[in-house]
């Protein structure tokens, strides 16, 4: 049919091979769900974190304390904390078993699978973590010692919640390393947020003051503590929903999150 029946039969196609290679269909199979979960880790990490901000002023409002971030506070957070993991994550490696996954339901939608209910939970425990902050360094130090306690306590909470969002499986099975991105957003989020809180020139702009070691102490502790929760949940995740096994290479593997 020559040319016009070539261009009859790629319209008329669902997919079209350019390299006259059937391993490609595999490789764009394999790309297509690492998009896809990126997407998802990416969603996942901004509506939590966002969530968190919410739930730290309004549980404070509610309780009765004076607000425990400033304006000013909330769009440095959002601007630095929220914007380059989120890049990072859409930048993850495909997972190693991602196709053995049975193929995802076209009906279903971008927040299936309890997606909703991670975010809301994991972003109330930032923000509770958060407000925890705040309290110690209000009642005990004085309201600008709370403060700068739960504005750098926040910002430390959601760079390292960002590993959380890394994967379903425990981050200790995990490479942290091959992620360079996620890495380089890590330690440049902790360097700025922390000089901010120590340089009295910027801490003046962002009404801050010095932290003393017991203060720095207690805001580095809160900080830490999503990764030791999310690990708890997951480990109970696991016993709560069993283990699913497959097959690699003609041997029986245990994947140890479930499906």
């Known amino acids: 049919m020559g040319k016009t029946g ?12 350019a390299d006259d290679n059937f391993v490609t269909i595999v490789e ?26 919410i739930v730290i002023i309004f549980m404070g409002l509610v309780l009765g304390f004076k ?10 957070i959002n601007l630095v904390t929220d914007s380059l993991p989120a890049i990072a994550l859409g930048l993850e490696r495909p997972e190693k078993n991602i196709m053995k996954r049975k193929p995802i339901d076209s009906k279903k939608g971008l927040f299936s699978d309890g997606l909703w209910g991670k975010i809301i939970t994991e972003g109330i425990m930032i ?15 004085g309201l ?13 909470l959601e760079l390292v919640h960002s590993f959380n969002i890394k994967s379903e499986e425990s981050i200790l099975n995990k490479n942290l390393f091959e992620n360079k991105f996620l890495l380089g957003s890590f330690a440049l989020g902790v360097f700025i947020q922390v000089i901010v809180a120590i340089i009295p020139k910027f801490a003046k702009v962002f009404k801050l003051v010095s932290l003393t070691k017991i203060e720095w102490l207690i805001t580095i502790t809160i900080s830490i503590l999503p990764i030791i929760i999310i690990e708890i949940q997951k480990k109970i995740n696991g016993i709560k929903f069993g283990k699913r096994y497959d097959f690699e290479d003609g041997v029986k593997i245990r994947n140890k999150t479930p499906a």
């Not at 070539?6 to 091979?17: E, F, G, H, P, W």
């Not at 709370?146 to 926040?154: A, E, I, K, Y």
Request: aromatic share 10%; no cysteine.
């Open 127 to 141: 923000g509770m973590l958060g407000l925890m902050a705040f309290s110690i360094g209000n009642k005990y130090y």
């Open 28 to 53: 764009a199979v394999k790309q297509g769900r690492n998009i896809y979960d990126n997407i998802r880790k990416a969603i996942h990490f901004l509506i939590s974190t966002n969530i968190g901000e």
């Open 67 to 76: 607000s425990p971030l400033l304006a000013i506070q909330l769009l440095w």
């Open 6 to 17: 070539t261009d009859v039969a790629k319209n008329a196609a669902d997919m079209i091979l």
């Open 144 to 156: 600008e010692v709370g403060r700068t306690m739960s504005f750098v306590s926040l910002g430390l």
